[in-house]
């Protein structure tokens, strides 16, 4: 079986850094695309394309015969409920986005002639949401509830090798609540079909342990032969070390014998002159392996490598390769806005890139594995990561959640999640879960209030309900025994988990498994860490939670606003939150009050901040019609709220000026106008050519400057200064009537490949080109070319209209387009429309590469 994702020997530049964002998955795609099932070993396949799909159920679906020719044909990766119509009676509730569930089969044949009869195949799914069961020819091959890890299984005893076969996939995500977020349903990732001699490496089976020393490495390999063979087999294990210019650098090989079963091969390689895995420079080498029989190539597998120091200190924080670093991290959920949870590497890219360009160096996968090519991009974009499985344990937080699954499967699932993700460089470190209720003594239940949950969490519990001093507890030794798993996978990287309790009687705590400290908000108890937790590292594992909606600004900004607040449930008939940085959850802060705790705090490693990027589901701190969250620094059509300059402007070394909010407002109404910025010593404001004096941060605490001004049509300009010398200058209009639509796209040039996407901003804009901020103009869409719309958003949160159409409102100005290419070259011409308005065209081109 090959499992070469994606090779960094390919080239120095990263395979995400390409303007397209795909052109590495591309060649992939080409790659396994073409290989023929009958063949020699070593071979897979992508099986993406052509299934057929319904939204029903009926056990018959999963019978070789059944007559699927009326259902619907599509490619994979697929999420239905993204298609679906909001609905209030939805049984996912605001919480799981008010999208529709249910229980969907998808159906596809396979024809094989094939003549070994030695021949192994497997069939592998990145991912599928939920309860999965896999049929081949009738037959139930096996199931697998836990939504978010890959899985496969070895199809081989089911199939017809000289004929036809069908395979039958049962995706229930019927029963909700059962997440506390959006996680979407079908085959959400990407599948695989592959083919293998009858002893091969075993799936994720090769570990690279290295180990810097001097200016070279040691690497220990681990691989883990499989046998279906009766008879004990005489191989060989070649393995080399690519570095990124594709040139071998080390290699060695070792005779082993292959018994029936699995056999654990170990290898040592020495490095000299290694090349360090920095986040500002990620270099990457490839580990291949070969399973040699002879002469001949039985299987081969290919990894990632970086090479990095990473440790944890309890007084001096986070470092890699010695350099003492802030990890100024976001949390990021899975889905991408009005594309659902299906994986599409353009639109994955995109938001990495966001986070990035904004100086983030770190994400959080919340709260569950991500899909494979998440920590790809990671590996090659410098991207620190914390990997993580499970919001819940044996407790549950909503009726139908993974809590009805933990004691059979999670000894399974978290091993996959730490044998599949182990090797990506960008990974330094595990989290065993997020926010459990086995931080407390507790009842085993399933579900509380999900509209309080969140408040729940965060209160104050009683100190009975805590550890004592005794024996160990059923819940500390749950924490032990996920840990031991963990560590037995990888013992090279630390483990913590997001905890609201910060008593050091906590039961995960009080394990003494947990090595990294971890804090989900609770900022006004980091100054106990050191006396509560002696010589522990410690990090924020979730923070801020402020609340914003992108373009809505309620003043006077000094006054902070706690929501929901005491008051449930809570009602503002607005849905709005205000984007300066004065709204917030009632168990957190906002976000300068955090990052300033955590920037001059030494012994705090940083922190992942709720959330990079909103989500759908989890509206807080609204119900229904909100159904995406108010959270995140970037809204979830990917337009960046004011928080995104703040960021910019500490953690990065780009020159930032950002003065908000726009400049429409009622004759004589008091404005708050503030400024980020940094690189500068002073701000001046000018209103309409008159100074409104200068302004500078009184002293390392304060993040922005701010003047409270009567509002007069007309111009407001900034200029920042350092030492007298003018640094930048930004200007804001007074918006005119709309007067026309103004088309912004990501890129001009799509991969003919039928999953390329381009993000076309739509503006609505005044004569001159300025933003009508207040603008709800509806925009109809229409495309001529072999490409089509693949979503629609405008980043409200409580928007009703549906994410696939050709049409959507403006909010505060502006929506969204997404437009996906087919497999055919040509031209593309997008037009919006909107009533009032003069059109905007927009040219597309699609190219083969």
């Not at 070593?42 to 699927?68: G, K, T, V």
């Not at 192994?120 to 081949?136: E, I, P, Q």
């Not at 639109?347 to 569950?368: E, P, W």
Request: charged share 20%.
């Amino acid at each position: 079986m090959m499992r070469a994702l994606f090779h960094p020997f390919w080239g120095r530049i990263s395979c995400f850094s390409l303007r397209a964002g795909i052109l590495c998955r591309t060649l992939l795609l080409c790659l396994v695309a073409c290989l023929p099932m009958g063949g020699h070993a070593m071979e897979r396949q992508l099986w993406d394309a052509q299934w057929r799909f319904a939204l029903a159920d009926s056990p018959e679906m999963a019978q070789l015969y059944y007559d699927d020719s009326a259902w619907r044909v599509l490619n994979l990766p697929h999420d239905w409920a993204i298609e679906g119509n909001f609905y209030v009676k939805n049984p996912s509730g605001a919480v799981g986005g008010a999208l529709p569930g249910g229980v969907g089969w998808y159906r596809k044949r396979l024809m094989l002639t094939d003549n070994n009869e030695y021949s192994r195949y497997v069939l592998h799914f990145d991912g599928a949401f939920m309860n999965t069961s896999v049929y081949v020819n009738g037959k139930l091959v096996g199931i697998r509830p836990y939504g978010f890890i890959g899985f496969g299984f070895d199809i081989t005893p089911f199939l017809n090798k000289k004929g036809e076969n069908v395979v039958a996939v049962r995706i229930d995500n019927a029963q909700q609540p059962n997440c506390r977020w959006y996680t979407g349903c079908g085959i959400y990732r990407h599948v695989y079909l592959l083919r293998s001699d009858d002893v091969r490496l075993a799936q994720w089976g090769v570990q690279v342990l290295p180990v810097l020393k001097g200016r070279g490495a040691n690497i220990t390999l681990n691989s883990t032969i499989e046998s279906f063979a009766t008879q004990a087999r005489k191989l060989s294990l070649k393995q080399m070390v690519y570095d990124a210019e594709g040139r071998c650098v080390a290699q060695s090989t070792t005779p082993c014998v292959a018994h029936e079963g699995k056999n654990t091969v170990s290898q040592k390689i020495k490095m000299t002159n290694a090349k360090l895995w920095w986040p500002h420079a990620p270099y990457i080498y490839k580990v291949v392996s070969q399973l040699i029989d002879g002469k001949k190539v039985l299987d081969r597998d290919t990894t990632t490598m970086g090479l990095r120091n990473i440790t944890f200190d309890a007084k001096k924080g986070f470092a890699i390769n010695g350099r003492n670093t802030k990890l100024n991290g976001v949390c990021l959920h899975g889905d991408l806005g009005c594309l659902g949870s299906a994986i599409n590497e353009d639109a994955l890219y995109r938001q990495l890139r966001m986070m990035k360009d904004m100086g983030a160096n770190a994400i959080r996968c919340s709260h569950n594995p991500p899909a494979p090519e998440l920590l790809h991009m990671c590996d090659t974009m410098g991207l620190m990561v914390m990997d993580e499985a499970f919001d819940q344990w044996r407790t549950g937080k909503t009726q139908f959640d993974y809590a009805l699954f933990f004691d059979k499967w999670a000894e399974k699932d978290i091993t996959d999640m730490v044998l599949r993700d182990r090797n990506h460089p960008s990974i330094i470190l595990w989290s065993i879960g997020n926010e459990v209720l086995e931080q407390w003594n507790t009842d085993k239940n399933q579900g509380v209030d999900l509209d309080d949950v969140n408040i729940l969490l965060n209160n104050a519990r009683d100190p009975s309900r805590l550890a004592d001093n005794k024996e160990l507890s059923d819940n500390s030794k749950i924490t032990r025994w996920l840990a031991d798993i963990v560590r037995r996978n990888d013992p090279s990287r630390l483990i913590t988990a997001g905890c609201n309790e910060t008593s050091p009687s906590n039961h995960l705590f009080k394990s003494g498994a947990i090595d990294v400290i971890g804090f989900n908000y609770h900022t006004k108890q980091v100054a106990k860490v050191p006396e509560n937790f002696p010589g522990k590292p410690f990090l924020l594992t979730e923070s801020v939670s402020a609340l914003q909606t992108r373009g809505f600004y309620a003043m006077p900004s000094d006054s902070i606003r706690r929501l929901p607040g005491k008051r449930r449930p809570f009602i503002d008939t607005s849905f709005l939150c205000s984007a300066y940085d004065n709204s917030c959850t009632s168990w957190s802060a906002t976000h300068e009050a955090t990052w300033d705790v955590v920037k001059h705090t030494p012994f705090c490693s940083g922190q992942f901040i709720w959330t990079g990027f909103d989500y759908i589901g989890e509206p807080t701190p609204f119900n229904f019609p909100a159904r995406s969250s108010y959270f995140g620094i970037v809204d979830l059509a990917g337009f960046p709220k004011d928080a995104y300059y703040l960021y910019q402007s500490e953690w990065t070394n780009k020159t930032v000026l950002h003065l908000f909010p726009h400049w429409n407002w009622m004759p004589g109404q008091t404005i708050d106008l503030w400024c980020y910025y940094n690189n500068a010593d002073e701000v001046e404001l000018f209103v309409n050519g008159q100074s409104r004096g200068v302004k500078r941060k009184a002293n390392e605490h304060e993040y922005h400057v701010m003047w409270r001004e009567r509002f007069e049509p007309g111009t407001v300009r900034v200029v920042s200064r350092k030492a007298g010398r003018q640094v930048a200058e930004r200007t804001v209009n007074t918006a005119a009537q709309p007067h026309h639509l103004r088309l912004t796209p990501n890129r001009k040039t799509l991969l003919a490949n039928g999953r390329s996407l381009v993000f076309i901003t739509v503006e609505v804009v005044d004569k001159d080109g300025n933003l009508c901020p207040w603008a709800e103009n509806e925009v109809f869409f229409s495309l001529n070319g072999h490409a089509s719309i693949a979503g629609v958003d405008n980043g409200s949160p409580f928007s009703l209209e549906r994410f696939k159409d050709n049409r959507r409102k403006a909010f505060f100005g502006k929506c969204l387009v997404v437009v996906q290419a087919g497999n055919d070259e040509g031209e593309v011409n997008l037009k919006a429309k909107s009533i009032g308005l003069e059109d905007a065209e927009l040219k597309l081109e699609i190219k083969a590469k």
